[in-house]
């Protein structure tokens, strides 16, 4: 399954509304998940399961989705937000997107 | 905690074979999934397999006659062969844990490994 996520760089400002977006080529049944990683640290597990927030994960961070599209909401961008974010789909073999690069406006 | 820790050189030539160690504190790997996952210059990231609990594994298709994983249980430490690498295999190396049913939650910090002459 090909991820591609959208857009590849999103500008905004402190206290915005975020989405960022993550499209299958197949279905992948809600086992999709998403990650934070910032300049030169491990990716963060935010969201699994398309929807469940991760232990110690802000509720700021929101998942939806289904089928094919899924989008990840970060309700009110805080600075320390910026970051490149990485979907993930485990149901059929296991693939990354090419990530979203988040920075403020 | 669990706390993972991969280890090895950060150079390779082509042709010769990249290894990698992870080391785990906290958690036993004879419990849930142990996973390698790499990032290429340019931000694409690769699953590339992991070893089970129970000591099976399951290699990405692409590498699958050039990958091993494989565990030491007493050390509590799990390893990556990778065979015949070229400068393609460049990127940042991390080792990571899943619980099975939700995807990797704990991360090594990464090793850097370029593959050049």
């Known amino acids: 399954i090909q991820l591609t996520q959208s857009p590849s760089l999103l500008s905004a400002s402190v206290g915005d509304r975020v989405t960022l977006s993550c499209k299958g080529s197949q279905n992948i049944n809600n086992y999709l998940a998403w990650y934070q990683q910032k300049l030169g640290e491990a990716p963060k597990l935010l969201i699994y399961n398309t929807n469940s927030l991760q232990t110690g994960i802000p509720s700021r961070f929101s998942g939806s989705g289904s089928g094919t599209d899924y989008t990840l909401t970060i309700s009110s961008l805080q600075p320390e937000d910026v970051a490149t974010y990485f979907c993930y789909q485990y149901n059929n073999g296991n693939t990354f997107g090419a990530g979203t690069k988040l920075e403020l406006k | 905690e669990v706390q993972l820790q991969e280890s090895g050189p950060g150079l390779v030539k082509p042709s010769q074979s990249l290894s990698l160690t992870c080391s785990v504190t906290?958690?036993?790997?004879?419990?849930?999934?142990w996973g390698w996952i790499r990032k290429f210059p340019g931000n694409k990231m690769e699953w590339m397999g992991y070893?089970?609990?129970?000591?099976?594994?399951s290699y990405n298709p692409s590498l699958k006659s050039r990958i091993s994983i494989t565990r030491d249980t007493s050390k509590n430490q799990f390893f990556l062969q990778l065979n015949s690498v070229t400068t393609e295999d460049t990127a940042t190396y991390y080792c990571?844990?899943?619980?099975?049913?939700?995807?990797?939650?704990?991360w090594g910090q990464g090793v850097m490994v370029t593959v050049s002459s």
């Open positions: 906290g958690y036993s790997i004879t419990s849930n999934y």
């Open positions: 070893i089970s609990y129970s000591g099976s594994t």
């Open positions: 990571a844990r899943s619980r099975g049913i939700t995807p990797f939650d704990y």
